[in-house]
Nanobody
Framework: QVQLVESGGGLVQAGGSLRLSCAAS????????MGWFRQAPGKEREFVAT????????YYADSVKGRFTISRDNAKNTVYLQMNSLKPEDTAVYYC????????????????WGQGTQVTVSS
């Protein structure tokens, strides 16, 4: 079983930046795809970004493409989400995820979730 712990959330003004981190433990981190999802109040959890085990491939939701960057450091068992040009509509709880699929594009691809970290963007 894998454990995922997110950090780096907080309150930021529109146009600002945040960097989320997700530390993994419990099994071979480097063999699995990782991803970030988010859930705003009253909405379903949605895909944000995913990265393959080798970091060779990344995919992004259209709403964050060009503003967010996902990366991973397999030596540190950590995945990151750099968020730039933040908008109020980016406000949500952000969840780190992992799974056996090549990429994590939907919740059904995920086998383990982190506890989530709150990101609030003020206008």
């Amino acid at each position: 079983q894998v454990q995922l712990v997110e950090s780096g959330g907080g309150l930021v003004q529109a146009g600002g930046s945040l960097r989320l981190s997700c530390a993994a433990s419990g099994r071979t981190f480097s063999s699995y795809a990782m991803g970030w999802f988010r859930q705003a109040p009253g909405k379903e959890r949605e895909f944000v970004a995913t990265i393959s085990w080798s970091a060779y491939r990344t995919y992004y939701a259209d709403s964050v493409k060009g503003r967010f960057t996902i990366s991973r450091d397999n030596a540190k068992n950590t995945v990151y989400l750099q968020m730039n040009s933040l908008k109020p509509e980016d406000t949500a709880v952000y969840y780190c995820a992992t799974g056996r699929a090549s990429w994590l594009l939907k919740a059904a691809d995920v086998s383990s979730w982190g506890q989530g970290t709150q990101v609030t963007v003020s206008s």
